[in-house]
């Protein structure tokens, strides 16, 4: 059984910072493509990061580029995203994505809100 559970989301104040992990079973991690999508309400699922198996290659949304992070530690299974200089437009809910071929899950999500 593939499991995928999202941790470090909170609140936090506007330039803030927070770190993401998303600890995975099931799944030989170091195969799969991981990525962070976020959902705000009212809006699209978006790709936030995504990293290859490797960690050797990212692809960031660009209203995040220089502030967000993505890494991953296939030791552990586990991906994470370092959130720096938060604005009240992050606020979402932040899904773990693992993706190979044509094989795709999910995790829970985790709910970030930026306000002061």
């Known amino acids: 059984q593939v499991q995928l559970v999202e941790s470090g989301g909170g609140l936090v104040q506007p330039g803030g910072s927070l770190r993401l992990s998303c600890a995975s079973s099931?799944?030989?991690?170091?195969?799969?493509?991981m990525g962070w999508y976020r959902q705000a309400p009212g809006k699209q699922r978006e790709l936030v990061a995504s990293?290859?198996?490797?960690?050797?290659?990212?692809n960031y949304a660009d209203s995040v580029k220089g502030r967000f992070t993505i890494s991953r530690d296939n030791a552990k299974n586990t991906v994470y995203l370092q959130m720096n200089s938060l604005k009240p437009d992050d606020t979402a809910v932040y899904y773990c994505?693992?993706?190979?071929?044509?094989?795709?899950?999910w995790g829970q999500g985790t709910q970030v809100t930026v306000s002061s």
């Open positions: 990293i290859t198996g490797s960690g050797f290659t990212t």
């Open positions: 099931g799944i030989t991690f170091s195969m799969y493509i």
């Open positions: 994505n693992a993706r190979i071929g044509s094989k795709v899950y």
